[in-house]
């Protein structure tokens, strides 16, 4: 009875009035990771197994070599793991207890040169009783309906154009210190961004730091690549510290642009990864007042006495360091972050720092080690000019870039925020010269629904990131009845942990209510009631004392209810 009694709820929270709507489930085409021939590599991988596990047997392609392996539970705490070799090639990976709940696998590996689309596959295994004589490996118990397989495209290391140039820290015998003027310091009464690229396979590594690790010492940020080669930002003060961390790993040796954008208004820090917002909080453990100490590059802030336990110095790559002394919206970092840099108009600049010329600035200490190299990087091939036109059954894209090899994945969207790849576009090899700019075409005849959302992603191998264009919305002209006055977009983050923004789109003005309810029927929250006009809403639901579990953004209308779950995660 239990169960029916939930299962009534959930129909009364996705409403009775015939607006939830069938989703046609697309297939994802979302390209492999790509790696670079004869070079070192990781491996992630995340375990999560419904049994407990006493380890995985590690298959990688011929001439892969095991360098290391990591494995953290919950992705924070490191267990030790022991590297078993088998006679077949294959590597047992055996923890020193078993694997329950969910881990994240790092192996680093070094690949073979040869090109092309690679497996590599794990299989969990349990140990048996093993008889007396008999080889230990025998023991080991392979749940084969279990493995798990994973592609990797494999490519020639590809040449730099010297076009752009970037700060290397893998010889670096310390941090360089950079002393920031004083409207550009960091604290919490006062907004600010800080936005850079990064490009490294190191593990457990700090990237850029304000702090010296003194647990007295207030600091307001701290990057750092963590164990599981995710990038974790930290601020803090004596006894307390906070910290933000992105979904996916960033050591992968591909370039990434990281951001930490504070709103001193709501008192909220948000990182965002390649364009992207991926967690937020109240940023309690900031320090009040601005910090005027130096900035270090590729480490900590030297200090006395000798830390143990300290993450490592930064060992690889850094570009277009932008301290700005305001709040950047994410739209414009999401489009300005992979162009040619240019002074904003009508407000105060970011006190920028890059390395396509040899500076002789006296507000950066230069240290042993650290050089300038070519970079891969480019800002120079941003996509342009995205537009579309309709016949009311098709969609024609057209957009202008900059000639160069690679593809085009065109990305499609129902609401909006959650795009799906439909198809990949190659430049013409009879094409302009490289350099050059080139107009390209795409026509999508599978549309689904009266408005649809586009935006075009160029991968290119030379420049070792990808550009993006903004989205693009078109309607097909679909009789007026069937398009919703009012459009529950969805919340972000989710899954979230302090805190998710809910959005919702208005397209006639009337009087709508945004609730938010738990799984046994209880209303949470009230986030907005009363009479809305046209345009884009966003409201934030924070999480307080709320236990984790799901939980549904409930829109009312004249017309009807629209419902979207949540995750809260603590």
């Avoid at 850029?208 to 963590?226: I, K, M, Q």
Wanted: charged share 25%; with cysteine.
């Amino acid at each position: 009875m239990r169960r029916v009694a939930c299962f009534l709820v959930l129909l009364c929270l996705l409403g009775t009035t015939g607006v939830v709507h069938t989703i046609e489930a697309q297939v994802s085409s979302t390209p492999p990771p790509t790696r670079t021939a004869g070079k070192t590599a990781n491996l992630f991988h995340t375990l999560d197994p419904n049994r407990p596990i006493d380890g995985v047997r590690l298959q990688l392609p011929d001439r892969w070599t095991v360098q290391a392996a990591h494995l953290l539970r919950y992705g924070t705490r490191s267990v030790p793991v022991e590297l078993r070799p088998a006679s077949d090639g294959t590597v047992f990976l055996t923890p020193s207890t078993s694997i329950q709940g969910p881990h994240e696998l790092v192996v680093r590996v070094q690949l073979s040169r040869e090109l092309g689309q690679h497996e590599w596959h794990l299989t969990p295994f349990v140990q048996g009783s093993m008889p007396q004589g008999q080889e230990a490996t025998s023991a080991r118990q392979l749940r084969t309906a279990d493995r798990q397989s994973q592609t990797i495209k494999v490519s020639s290391p590809p040449r730099p154009d010297n076009s752009n140039f970037a700060l290397d820290l893998e010889r670096a015998t310390s941090p360089l210190l950079l002393r920031m003027p004083n409207q550009f310091a960091l604290g919490r009464r006062e907004a600010f961004t800080v936005e850079f690229w990064l490009r490294t396979h190191g593990l457990d590594e700090v990237v850029l730091s304000s702090w010296t690790g003194e647990e007295h010492r207030a600091y307001p940020l701290e990057f750092v690549v963590d164990q599981s080669g995710r990038l974790r930002v930290y601020t803090g003060r004596s006894g307390r510290h906070q910290a933000l961390r992105t979904k996916t790993p960033v050591a992968d040796g591909h370039w990434h642009h990281a951001a930490a954008i504070y709103d001193a208004d709501d008192e909220r820090l948000r990182l965002m990864l390649n364009g992207m917002v991926v967690d937020s909080l109240r940023a309690r453990a900031l320090p009040p007042a601005r910090s005027p100490r130096p900035l270090a590059l590729g480490g900590r802030r030297p200090r006395n006495a000798t830390q143990q336990n300290a993450p490592r110095p930064y060992s690889g790559r850094l570009d277009e360091l932008r301290i700005w002394p305001t709040e950047r919206p994410a739209a414009a970092l999401r489009q300005m972050k992979d162009r040619p840099f240019a002074e904003p108009s009508g407000e105060e600049g970011p006190f920028r720092l890059h390395f396509d010329t040899d500076m002789a600035t006296d507000r950066l200490d230069w240290a042993e080690g650290a050089r300038r190299v070519p970079s891969r990087l480019t800002f120079r091939s941003a996509l342009r000019d995205l537009q579309a036109q309709t016949d009311g059954e098709s969609v024609t894209l057209r957009w202008t870039a900059q000639a160069q090899d690679g593809r085009f994945l065109i990305e499609r969207s129902r609401d909006g925020t959650s795009f799906t790849t439909i198809d990949r576009l190659f430049p013409s090899p009879n094409g302009p010269p490289s350099g050059n700019t080139q107009e390209m075409t795409y026509t999508d005849n599978n549309v689904l629904g009266p408005v649809v959302y586009y935006r075009i992603r160029q991968v290119a191998p030379a420049a070792d990131t990808e550009h993006t264009t903004g989205t693009i919305k078109i309607g097909l002209g679909a009789d007026p009845s069937s398009t919703r006055p009012v459009t529950l977009i969805g919340n972000f983050p989710n899954p979230f942990r302090e805190s998710s923004t809910i959005a919702y789109r208005v397209e006639e003005s009337q009087p709508i209510t945004l609730t938010v309810w738990d799984v046994s029927g209880k209303r949470i929250a009230t986030l907005a009631e009363g009479m809305h006009d046209p345009g884009y809403y966003e409201h934030t639901l924070r999480a307080g004392s709320l236990p984790s579990g799901p939980y549904f953004a409930r829109l009312e209308t004249a017309q009807g209810v629209q419902s979207h779950r949540m995750v809260l995660l603590k």
